[in-house]
């Protein structure tokens, strides 16, 4: 059943790289495959001797398995140097592969080193996890209890076979050990089978947050696009203010200094004006060098305040072009106050406004109904 498992699961990892690409599931893949084989000479033991092969090699390639799931967890959440999970492993390796050696005859003992280390192996895995990976993600909360788990189940498979091998359980009551030492492995299969999935799991809650991103957010600015601004704007409620801005003479920055510079600008503009408001702001991208801001729980003289301020910081702000000049900026801005069940009625208020301030001269800011 272990080699099936594992063999199935390498494959299926091995599926998803070639559709995803990623190192983190080949390397897991290959992990997988490790472990079967490593099974696959468990198996053999009754069948073909050959005890250096199916105990020594044997219990080196099962302990392999922890460490390259703790590489593929470097490996995917880029932490540095994922091939120090190999150095870590080293000693273990080392002593496993020494008394494997020297007691290939003496199954119960091989048992219980290899499931001591194997244990030590999967609670250090653990500890790293809770202290450098992020518990905030399902997959690395189910990876983290899966080798707490597996910890202890492999402890407690060294203890039935240290129990097995001195004899110390009582005559009528060693049956049921011997059971046990089978239980243990069962267990520890199904850990390893959960924690496994694991990061498939994480690729795919990642693909979905970021293709959720990128169908909300406009590409170039990071702020929300006119789609998303509008579906968040109906689910504000009580008094708001309403801001459109508009960058004054676009047009002849990019027909002057060019598309890239123009491109430039509307990023430096959408960086001032997320530096400008609070978390619960909204703010979106409308168009062009055209931008919309909902300030909720704020009145007109805050929101005033505020459009000023913006105002302010634009005049101030500066962007240098390709050939070297220094690009001004300045905006025109409307504001409207109203209910948050009106965001579209005051998102018209306040442009009718915001074209009021082209038309008195730019650079200002605009009262919706403020006489001209």
Known sequence: MTIFVFATQ?????QLYRIKRRPAFALLAWGCVTFALGFVGYFLRPYVGMNLITVVVANLMILAYPVFLLAT???????????RAWWWGAPGLVLLAVVAFIHMQDNLFVVVVASAINGLYYLFIAVFVARNLPLGEPSMRLTLVSNVLLAATLFGRAA???????NLAPTQAQPTVAVWLSYTLMIALFCLSAQIYGLPLQEFTR???????????????????????????????GG??????DLDRFKSINDRFGHAT????????????????????????????????ILPGVDRAQALEVAERIRAACEAETV?????FCVRLTVSIGVAEGDGGQVTDLLKQADLAMYQAKENGRNQVVWAGQES
């Open 207 to 237: 693909s979905e947050r970021s293709l959720r991103h990128l169908a909300s957010v406009d590409p170039l600015t990071d702020v929300l696009n006119r789609r998303s601004f509008f579906e968040q704007a109906q689910a504000v409620t």
């Open 10 to 14: 390498g494959y299926f990892l091995y």
């Open 320 to 324: 240098t072009s390709d050939s070297g």
């Open 73 to 83: 967890l470097m490996q995917c959440h880029g932490v540095p140097r994922p091939i």
């Open 262 to 293: 123009g491109d430039r600008v509307i990023v430096a503009f959408a960086r001032l004006l997320r530096d400008a408001l609070r978390r619960d702001d909204l703010l979106g991208r409308m168009g062009g060098e055209e931008f919309a801001i």
């Open 160 to 166: 039935v076979a240290w129990v097995m091998l001195h």
């Open 240 to 245: 708001i203010s309403v801001l459109m801005l």
